[in-house]
């Protein structure tokens, strides 16, 4: 009688093939903090991420590499409840208060560190680059003036109008917008806001 046979082989491989190092991403961001006075008592404080517009994006790569001018001064202004539809990337600094961006500018304020002006924005005064980080060691100062509803604030430079209220010249720079991440904030006259911002990346 034949005899079957049967051979069963088994054969086992394994290769190793190591990751890429993944590569540095650049990506800026900032962070606003918010304390809101009232009657000299602090009656609250707000921490939220700003959104950076595609126009600040844009002049951070010409500085940068392509020649382009430093901003070397920035303003901070408040976006108002009134009129708000929206923030996005494509808002610019043009169209403050203009169609193109879908919110306006709170005014109802006086600027503190510009012996209390009615007609400027709050300078923001930023220290040097320290931990890929860069801030204001003292907190910019809005005195409000008038009752209203505060949606968030905004950062711009590039031209010296940007320091007025309002303004939209062409070549000034919105370099981000932010909204308070609580909500909508309800301010008096005679509150006072003290803002730090940072920005890093």
């Known amino acids: 009688m034949s005899v079957s046979q049967m051979n069963v082989n088994q054969n086992a491989g394994c290769s190793m093939v190591r990751a890429r190092k993944s590569e540095d991403q650049l990506q ?5 903090v918010v304390e809101h006075f009232r009657n000299g008592e602090k009656i609250g404080q707000y921490e939220f991420p ?3 517009t595609n126009e600040g994006k844009n002049k951070l790569l010409e500085v940068m ?19 708000y539809t929206a923030q996005a990337a494509t808002d610019t600094y043009a169209n403050i208060g203009q169609a193109g961006n879908q919110w306006a500018e709170f005014t109802g ?9 009615a007609s400027t924005r709050p300078g923001w005064t930023v220290g040097a680059a320290s931990g890929q980080a860069s801030t ?8 409000i003036t008038g009752a209203g509803t505060v949606v ?15 303004n939209h010249d062409a070549n000034g720079i919105l370099w ?7 909500g909508d904030v309800p301010v008096n006259a005679s509150d006072q806001l003290k803002v730090t911002y940072t920005v890093s990346a």
């Open 152 to 166: 968030g604030l905004f950062l711009v430079g590039g031209i010296a109008n940007a320091q007025n209220k309002s």
């Open 176 to 182: 981000a917008t932010a909204l308070f991440g609580t």
């Open 136 to 143: 204001n060691s003292s907190p910019v100062v809005f005195n």
């Open 50 to 52: 700003n959104g950076i």
């Open 28 to 32: 800026p961001r900032g962070r606003f």
């Open 65 to 83: 590499f392509h020649s382009g001018t430093p901003v070397t001064t920035w303003w901070l202004g408040m976006i108002d409840n009134a009129g």
């Open 109 to 117: 304020y006086t600027d503190a560190g510009n012996a209390n002006s």
